[in-house]
């Protein structure tokens, strides 16, 4: 079964607009989750984490996501998207305190 | 610290030819691993190494791939008798023990089998 599912391959947006990426995890992930951006040719850049604490995390460039343990999702928000925020976005987990696993990757797409 | 770096960016090579790519770390980090990216697709993940032991090979390393990490610092990624089906972008990554603190990435190799 897969562990981290992005249930969107590709999401195009309006800039200015809001979005949601989403993610779903399954039970054999561990509660550590993660969301990763990758600009083409580039490798990934790490956007922010959940580890504990508060559900509700953010990053320095105005992206968030919650933890939702009744839903088993940890989907990406942001309330105003920039035309550089067009790239791959990948959720992704730790698998029995070892190795990260990824989701398929949502493309965002900011249009003008 | 530059972060992880690996080596070559982009290599291009014929089918049936032997390749091997180099990742380094970032020094204070015990694991090192490694994943492939086809496009579209989420990264893969082939092996990971704490220190110079290699604890977990993915079904998808085949009897073709080797990879190395003998002193526990850089580490090599070899493929022999290279396919087209090889042609991926290759990702390394670090991370401390406490794998929760999330992994680093380097920019990637890009293969191309022709």
């Known amino acids: 079964a897969q562990s981290v599912t992005q249930l969107d391959s590709q999401v195009p947006v309006f800039e200015e607009a809001p979005v949601e990426l989403r993610c779903n995890y399954s039970?054999?992930?561990?509660?550590?989750l993660f969301w990763y951006v990758q600009y083409p040719n580039q490798g990934l850049q790490l956007l922010l984490k959940?580890?504990?604490?508060?559900?509700l995390v953010e990053s320095i460039n105005g992206f968030e996501a919650e933890f939702n343990k009744s839903q088993t999702s940890f989907h990406l928000r942001k309330p105003s998207v920039h035309i550089s925020d067009t790239a791959e976005y990948f959720c992704?987990?730790?698998?029995?305190?070892?190795?990260?696993?990824f989701g398929a990757g949502t493309r965002l797409t900011v249009k003008p | 610290d530059t972060g992880v770096s690996q080596d070559p960016r982009h290599k291009i090579t014929k089918r049936g030819q032997n390749v091997t790519f180099r990742c380094d770390p970032i020094?204070?980090?015990?694991?090192l691993y490694w994943y492939r990216q086809t496009l579209g697709q989420g990264p893969e993940f082939l092996t990971y190494?704490?220190?110079?032991?290699?604890?977990?090979k993915s079904r998808l390393l085949s009897d073709r791939f080797s990879a190395e990490r003998p002193k526990g610092s850089f580490s090599t990624l070899e493929i022999q008798r290279t396919e087209q089906g090889d042609s991926a972008m290759y990702l390394c990554?670090?991370?401390?023990?406490?794998?929760?603190?999330?992994?680093?990435f380097g920019s990637g190799t890009r293969l191309t089998v022709v």
């Open positions: 959940y580890l504990s604490g508060s559900t």
């Open positions: 990554a670090s991370s401390l023990v406490e794998v929760n603190y999330g992994y680093t």
């Open positions: 992704a987990g730790i698998i029995n305190n070892n190795d990260m696993r």
């Open positions: 020094s204070e980090h015990n694991r």
């Open positions: 190494f704490q220190n110079e032991a290699q604890l977990e």
């Open positions: 039970s054999s992930v561990s509660v550590y």
